[in-house]
């Protein structure tokens, strides 16, 4: 069964310095991978994905992430974050098109002046 | 409408009421899918619709939990005789080609 680790919950960090949010997964099979984000009180937005083609995905906001297969790992990372990035973070994974994500527990990036 | 919506926003019900939430998906979006997300953990996987088809349910947790999609566009999930371990946040996610589920703001639910 597929599986999401996300080493951190929370990740407290000073404005403009650079981040690193972690993700795991456990899956035999070629996956999908995603990094969505929650702001208080709202849904989750789609922050960035990676389904195929080139290991290096980014957003329009300055995130950007890896995709490492002999890793296993997606992680998200901002060379300079804003107080607007604090929110929580969620790594996702779904093995092929139609079918359910499966969540990490989600990491807590507070951004402080 | 631009994005998926939701409602109620917010839902209060007393142990062992009905309740009905319902999704408005993205238009023209085949893909439907529902999430439950507990107080600080990640959503969990309830079922998904492809059109009018609910293809898999395996997430629902109980036989109080029923969810459809009659036309193929808006959905609702029904949770008949609530109890407290119902509370959560319920969302919705819609998908074009099943590859990019876009989420709508959720239903907090909250039973007394």
């Known amino acids: 069964a597929q599986s999401v680790t996300q080493l951190d919950s929370q990740v407290p960090v000073f404005e403009e310095a650079p981040v690193e949010l972690r993700c795991n997964y456990s899956?035999?099979?070629?996956?999908?991978l995603f990094w969505y984000v929650q702001y208080p009180n709202q849904g989750l937005q789609l922050l960035l994905k990676?389904?195929?083609?080139?290991?290096l995905v980014e957003s329009i906001n300055g995130f950007e992430a890896e995709f490492n297969k002999s890793q296993t790992s997606f992680h998200l990372r901002k060379p300079s974050v804003h107080i607007s990035d604090t929110a929580e973070y969620f790594c996702?994974?779904?093995?092929?098109?139609?079918?359910?994500?499966?969540f990490g527990k989600g990491t807590t990036l507070s951004v402080s002046s | 409408g631009a994005g998926v919506s939701q409602s109620p926003r917010y839902k209060v019900a007393k142990r062992g009421q009905d309740v009905a939430l319902r999704c408005d998906p993205i238009?023209?979006?085949?893909?439907l899918f529902w999430y439950q997300q507990a107080l600080g953990q990640g959503p969990e996987f309830l079922t998904y619709f492809q059109n009018e088809a609910q293809l898999d349910k395996s997430g629902l947790p109980s036989d109080r939990f029923f969810a459809e999609r009659p036309e193929g566009s808006v959905s609702t999930l029904k949770i008949q005789r609530t109890q407290q371990e119902d509370s959560a946040v319920y969302l919705c996610?819609?998908?074009?080609?099943?590859?990019?589920?876009?989420f709508g703001p959720g239903t907090r639910l909250t039973v007394l």
């Open positions: 996702a994974v779904s093995h092929q098109a139609g079918t359910a994500l499966i």
């Open positions: 990676y389904l195929s083609g080139s290991t």
């Open positions: 899956s035999s099979v070629s996956v999908y």
């Open positions: 996610a819609s998908s074009l080609r099943g590859d990019t589920q876009y």
């Open positions: 238009s023209g979006h085949v893909s």
